[in-house]
């Protein structure tokens, strides 16, 4: 992927994109990252609700209010759903599980013509006892699909739009049963991350995230969109699509939008004084429901809505951070950032996922494997981790809960913006931080340079 990263002016951006990189993993959500070098800062629209890059002699998409595209859903119409053009760069056809008739499927096989696949929330995968396609998810987006499946009942074959009728709609029933199905069959079940788009911008989410909030059950259907002559339609190319059949069009930017308006995700649980050999801290804690950690923020300062604020998003990197490991730059880092703030004031927000969320054990793993030869990036792909595992709307809530609107940010990483506009935070400024290489983390440092597009 090859488009943009860092936008200071048009506001919008993931909170991922900035987090400290250890070694081991290379960050991420679930929202993904391709190991190769970014291309230099270009300015990018936001997603929230239209401005996409539009190819000659096509129309763009029109984004609808979610009020609107959720009023389809319930009457068992179908809707397009775009991801961020910096993802996947992809509009989907969804409708309810519940209204998986052999029209829509039909429709979906004949127009859209990518994989129909049907979005379950996880307590509904569990409650069937879906087992998972692969033990060890290595697809770049972690597309989680479960075992494929075929209604007991009613389906010969299976793959006719009537029998995957049937098979889709047993799925979205809530009092269906395994043994209401067989396995393999050619309906998809994919299940959606606890969280939702809130922690993976993926259109599984989106997808029942939209029925969530619909008050219908909480399993979809979608369908990617292909062209005539093969190739994946980019968002850019599909009004006409659009205008033809009279689809409503949300984006996923629009989902986590009105998730993070409605619902907080982050309890603030104390605040304390924290004086420290860099300065002094009121240390916030707060608990996430996200993903059950205590993530801190320590503030030095006041924090003005209006004013940019200086801020440093550091992931937890136990080796670096405690014990001055010098297979990375994390801990000089954090204790460069933490002198500025307490210079300057600002925010330092330390979340707590190791190793950009792979985890302490796994992170050694890849060291063990950078000892025997491989890169971090290498290392990663060969533990079967996308280089890229981070989620959080998390950080963007804590930042925003503190007051912080405008954003001055010290890191080196101008890593892709993942489609978050709905996050609300500004970047004014991005400032690098600058370590002085040494002899144990030279090949890391030139692996984030010249693999991760670092500015270092
Ligand atoms: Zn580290």
Same mark, same amino acid.
């Given at each position: 992927?090859?488009?943009?990263?860092?936008?200071?002016?048009?506001?919008?951006?993931?909170?991922?994109?900035?987090?400290?990189?250890?070694?081991?993993?290379?960050?991420?959500?679930?929202?993904?990252?391709?190991?190769?070098?970014?291309?230099?800062?270009?300015?990018?629209?936001?997603?929230?609700?239209?401005?996409?890059?539009?190819?000659?002699?096509?129309?763009?998409?029109?984004?609808?209010?979610?009020?609107?595209?959720?009023?389809?859903?319930?009457?068992?119409?179908?809707?397009?759903?775009?991801?961020?053009?910096?993802?996947?760069?992809?509009?989907?056809?969804?409708?309810?599980?519940?209204?998986?008739?052999?029209?829509?499927?039909?429709?979906?096989?004949?127009?859209?013509?990518?994989?129909?696949?049907?979005?379950?929330?996880?307590?509904?995968?569990?409650?069937?006892?879906?087992?998972?396609?692969?033990?060890?998810?290595?697809?770049?987006?972690?597309?989680?699909?479960?075992?494929?499946?075929?209604?007991?009942?009613?389906?010969?074959?299976?793959?006719?739009?009537?029998?995957?009728?049937?098979?889709?709609?047993?799925?979205?029933?809530?009092?269906?049963?395994?043994?209401?199905?067989?396995?393999?069959?050619?309906?998809?079940?994919?299940?959606?991350?606890?969280?939702?788009?809130?922690?993976?911008?993926?259109?599984?989410?989106?997808?029942?995230?939209?029925?969530?909030?619909?008050?219908?059950?909480?399993?979809?259907?979608?369908?990617?969109?292909?062209?005539?002559?093969?190739?994946?339609?980019?968002?850019?190319?599909?009004?006409?699509?659009?205008?033809?059949?009279?689809?409503?069009?949300?984006?996923?930017?629009?989902?986590?939008?009105?998730?993070?308006?409605?619902?907080?995700?982050?309890?603030?649980?104390?605040?304390?004084?924290?004086?420290?050999?860099?300065?002094?801290?009121?240390?916030?804690?707060?608990?996430?429901?996200?993903?059950?950690?205590?993530?801190?923020?320590?503030?030095?300062?006041?924090?003005?809505?209006?004013?940019?604020?200086?801020?440093?998003?550091?992931?937890?990197?136990?080796?670096?951070?405690?014990?001055?490991?010098?297979?990375?730059?994390?801990?000089?880092?954090?204790?460069?950032?933490?002198?500025?703030?307490?210079?300057?004031? @600002?925010?330092?927000?330390? #979340? /707590?996922?190791? =190793?950009? !969320?792979?985890?302490?054990?796994?992170? +050694?793993?890849?060291? *063990? $494997?950078?000892?025997?030869?491989?890169?971090?990036?290498?290392?990663?792909?060969?533990? @079967?981790?996308?280089?890229? #595992? /981070?989620?959080? =709307?998390? !950080?963007?809530?804590?930042?925003?809960? +503190?007051?912080?609107? *405008? $954003?001055?940010?010290?890191?080196?990483?101008?890593?892709?913006?993942?489609?978050?506009? @709905?996050?609300?935070?500004?970047?004014?400024?991005?400032?690098?931080?600058?370590?002085?290489?040494?002899?144990?983390?030279?090949?890391? $440092?030139?692996?984030?340079?010249?693999?991760?597009?670092?500015?270092?």
């Amino acid at each position: 992927m090859k488009n943009v990263e860092f936008s200071s002016k048009n506001g919008v951006f993931d909170i991922n994109s900035f987090i400290c990189e250890c070694d081991a993993a290379v960050s991420g959500e679930p929202v993904q990252q391709e190991a190769e070098p970014t291309p230099p800062p270009a300015p990018e629209p936001s997603t929230a609700a239209v401005q996409v890059p539009v190819a000659d002699g096509t129309d763009p998409i029109i984004y609808h209010p979610l009020e609107e595209v959720l009023c389809d859903l319930r009457m068992g119409k179908l809707i397009l759903m775009t991801d961020d053009p910096h993802r996947e760069n992809e509009a989907d056809l969804v409708c309810a599980g519940q209204f998986a008739t052999p029209q829509n499927i039909n429709f979906m096989a004949t127009h859209a013509r990518g994989l129909i696949c049907v979005p379950m929330a996880p307590e509904r995968v569990d409650a069937l006892g879906l087992p998972m396609q692969a033990q060890h998810n290595t697809e770049k987006h972690h597309t989680a699909f479960t075992v494929s499946v075929d209604a007991r009942e009613g389906t010969t074959t299976g793959i006719s739009a009537f029998e995957r009728s049937i098979t889709t709609m047993k799925l979205a029933d809530p009092k269906a049963t395994l043994d209401d199905f067989v396995q393999p069959g050619h309906c998809f079940p994919l299940r959606a991350v606890e969280g939702g788009v809130i922690r993976r911008a993926g259109h599984t989410e989106g997808t029942v995230d939209l029925l969530r909030i619909a008050g219908m059950e909480p399993v979809g259907v979608c369908c990617e969109i292909m062209k005539e002559d093969g190739t994946m339609a980019r968002l850019g190319e599909l009004g006409s699509f659009q205008k033809k059949y009279g689809l409503k069009a949300c984006s996923l930017a629009q989902i986590i939008e009105h998730r993070q308006h409605t619902e907080k995700l982050i309890i603030k649980e104390e605040v304390v004084k924290l004086p420290t050999d860099f300065g002094d801290f009121m240390c916030h804690s707060y608990h996430s429901k996200v993903d059950g950690q205590t993530h801190l923020a320590l503030v030095h300062g006041e924090i003005d809505p209006e004013k940019p604020v200086l801020c440093r998003v550091h992931s937890e990197c136990l080796t670096g951070d405690v014990f001055a490991s010098r297979r990375c730059d994390c801990g000089s880092q954090l204790h460069t950032a933490m002198r500025r703030v307490a210079q300057e004031g @600002g925010v330092i927000l330390y #979340l /707590r996922q190791e =190793g950009r !969320g792979i985890g302490l054990s796994a992170k +050694l793993h890849a060291y *063990k $494997l950078q000892e025997q030869g491989l890169d971090t990036v290498d290392a990663n792909i060969k533990l @079967g981790f996308a280089p890229d #595992l /981070r989620d959080y =709307g998390v !950080g963007a809530q804590i930042l925003r809960d +503190l007051g912080v609107r *405008k $954003l001055r940010l010290l890191t080196n990483n101008p890593r892709k913006i993942v489609g978050l506009s @709905g996050h609300g935070l500004t970047i004014e400024e991005q400032m690098p931080i600058s370590i002085p290489a040494h002899e144990d983390n030279k090949h890391y $440092l030139d692996t984030k340079r010249e693999r991760m597009g670092h500015l270092i």
